[in-house]
């Protein structure tokens, strides 16, 4: 009797299975909510975007938007390398976020914020990979709102960002006219001027650096693929909301660092510290003369602080190519007194063939050689010479003491 029962009770079982509904489909959550943002239409599928804009008047850190639009053209045209530079109306400042770091072809871009100047205000567009089945959506869409404009903006996105884009279009048949634009990354300029005082020179350290910016309760840029996944497993959209202002607060972040750094190369009314930066920027672009000056400005206001040993040492190889010694000579000195060992070596030579007191240059060139780690033989070669032109000037006084007696 309980076998037969227990048959029935299978069969009842695998009836009920057999002829269960089929599970429903999960859902993607109300994320034109959540995320505020809508869904558009393309020739490729739907693509959900944010747009929020933003009045010029707006203060990110120290500086409003309107910033790069007053920028002055010869500021603009120096620091990005161009003769002619484009009016900030037509850039697109840009900044992505991804699901790793690699770049290659495994990694997708989760959003992609785009900011530009348009009607009168600033507006940010945020493109969000809400489903992974419309990427060629997500990506054709941002395709065409870069065909507007003449270039990009970015920091580090020539190495990353661009790339990443690249890699996506082309996996999904589409062509970046990323390509095709003039492109210009932050993050060079700002290693090249403030490399002395920013260690990793990353877009966090700039926002500190020359925009007052700090973000303690930011969402760093290593959780958004933890947040991302989270999201597609289970549905989790309200987390992405510090993507979102993560990345929003990056591409703002480009207005203020680009017309910042824009102000630093176009005019000499700079804080000692800025002015030593630029004196550095304009002696790579070949222009000596002018950053000779910014030294020169800068350098008493320095004395006793971090940045005046480094920026020293550059003046007084400066005054140097410009035939000015008496104005390096005491520099060199200066350094010297505090242990730096290449001023040490210009001022033996300055006072072994400029000023002619050997015994001075002597003194210097034995110093250096005692300690001395390596370039010891040319020390001794050097020190060997000074000695001997000392022993010849001594015979030639003895002489002279000779035939004067």
């Not at 945020?126 to 920091?155: H, K, N, S, W």
């Not at 930011?218 to 958004?224: A, C, K």
């Not at 070949?286 to 350098?299: K, N, Q, V």
Request: proline fraction near 6%.
């Amino acid at each position: 009797m309980s076998v037969t029962l227990e048959r029935m009770r299978r069969a009842v079982a695998e009836h009920r299975e057999a002829h269960a509904p089929a599970p429903r489909p999960r859902l993607l959550p109300p994320i034109e909510q959540i995320l505020r943002g809508e869904w558009r239409d393309t020739p490729h599928g739907q693509a959900f975007i944010r747009d929020e804009w933003y009045p010029l008047d707006h203060m990110h850190g120290s500086m409003p938007l309107s910033a790069p639009l007053e920028a002055r053209a010869h500021g603009l045209a120096s620091l990005l390398g161009v003769d002619r530079p484009p009016e900030a109306a037509s850039l697109a400042f840009f900044d992505i976020e991804t699901t790793g770091l690699s770049g290659g072809t495994g990694t997708y871009i989760v959003l992609a914020g785009l900011g530009s100047y348009q009607d009168g205000a600033f507006r940010l567009r945020q493109y969000f990979l809400a489903d992974v089945g419309q990427e060629r959506a997500m990506l054709a869409l941002l395709a065409a709102d870069l065909e507007r404009f003449d270039g990009i903006v970015t920091y580090n996105g020539r190495a990353f960002d661009v790339p990443c884009v690249e890699t996506r279009m082309a996996l999904a048949r589409l062509r970046s006219p990323a390509r095709d634009m003039a492109h210009f990354d932050l993050l060079h300029p700002v290693r090249r001027l403030f490399k002395h005082r920013m260690r990793g020179c990353r877009l966090a350290e700039a926002e500190r650096r020359l925009l007052r910016i700090d973000r303690p309760e930011d969402t760093p840029g290593w959780l958004v693929p933890q947040l991302y996944f989270d999201y597609v497993r289970a549905g989790r959209a309200a987390p992405l909301r510090g993507v979102f202002h993560h990345n929003a607060e990056d591409v703002l972040s480009l207005t203020g660092v680009l017309a910042t750094l824009a102000r630093l190369v176009s005019t000499d009314d700079l804080d000692p510290d800025d002015a030593a930066a630029a004196a550095r920027w304009w002696e790579a672009a070949g222009a000596p003369a002018r950053a000779a000056e910014l030294y020169r400005r800068a350098l008493p206001w320095l004395e006793g602080g971090p940045d005046w040993a480094w920026a020293a040492l550059r003046h007084a190889a400066l005054c140097k190519r410009a035939g000015a010694r008496d104005e390096a000579a005491p520099l060199w000195r200066a350094l010297w007194a505090e242990g730096d060992r290449a001023a040490g070596l210009e001022l033996a030579k300055h006072h072994e063939h400029h000023d002619r007191d050997l015994l001075a240059a002597r003194e210097v060139t034995a110093r250096l050689l005692a300690g001395a780690a390596d370039g010891r033989e040319a020390l001794a070669l050097r020190l060997a010479r000074i000695e001997r032109k000392i022993a010849s000037r001594v015979q030639r006084a003895a002489r002279q003491n000779v035939r004067t007696a």
